[in-house]
């Protein structure tokens, strides 16, 4: 079967479908519950616990940092050892919620970049998803920076960090993942992902 590419417009009109009663019948917390945990699926399918225990997930500020949250609790759960590098944190009922989860679980909240890759075997890239536009700004730009210099395998969730969500690494100041985890569909700008593993997760549509 041929790939099919969202584009940003489309995705965010899947979304708002999604969580319409006349549409998907979806709340918001179900859609990053569910996205989540296919993120945290998919790792235990190519990153087993034996080899790559050490799990650091880097959270932006939007909902692609709620599924870097959710993934860190359930892969907290299958016997990983996570921690998390969440600078810009919301003050939403849902984003506070998510950190008391993690923090009931003694998952780490770090402070730095350089603090989350220190001892880390695997690197969880949910800082920007398909709503991201515009220039990155401080304290992500450090962030992008130490994971470009960095040999950590690295899986992006649904878009990878810094790239044009429709025209990929476009300006060249992201980096190239080694496994994407696209949700709902592929963005358009997936086409330039050439990293290892590819997996569809938050399976809501047809």
Request: hydrophobic share 40%.
């Amino acid at each position: 079967m041929a790939i099919k590419y969202l584009t940003q417009r489309a995705a965010q009109a899947i979304d708002v479908e999604l969580m319409s009663p006349a549409g998907g019948g979806f709340s918001f917390e179900q859609l990053v519950e569910l996205a989540g945990f296919s993120v945290a699926q998919a790792i235990t399918k190519e990153y087993s616990k034996e080899s790559y225990p050490r799990v650091v997930i880097f959270s932006g500020p939007g909902n692609n940092g709620l599924d870097g949250l959710v993934a860190a609790r359930h892969l907290s759960h299958f016997g990983y050892l996570p921690k998390v590098y969440y600078p810009k944190r919301q003050d939403k009922p849902v984003n506070q919620g998510l950190m008391k989860q993690c923090t009931e679980l003694e998952i780490p909240f770090v402070d730095s970049p350089e603090a989350g890759l220190c001892d880390s075997d695997l690197i969880v890239d949910a800082i920007f998803g398909f709503s991201f536009s515009g220039e990155v700004r401080q304290p992500f730009v450090s962030a992008i920076q130490a994971l470009k210099g960095t040999n950590i395998p690295i899986v992006s969730v649904d878009i990878p960090s810094a790239w044009d969500v429709e025209k990929g690494n476009v300006r060249g100041e992201g980096f190239q993942p080694s496994m994407l985890v696209s949700l709902t569909a592929p963005k358009e700008g997936a086409r330039d992902f050439t990293g290892k593993h590819h997996y569809l997760g938050g399976r809501f549509i047809s």
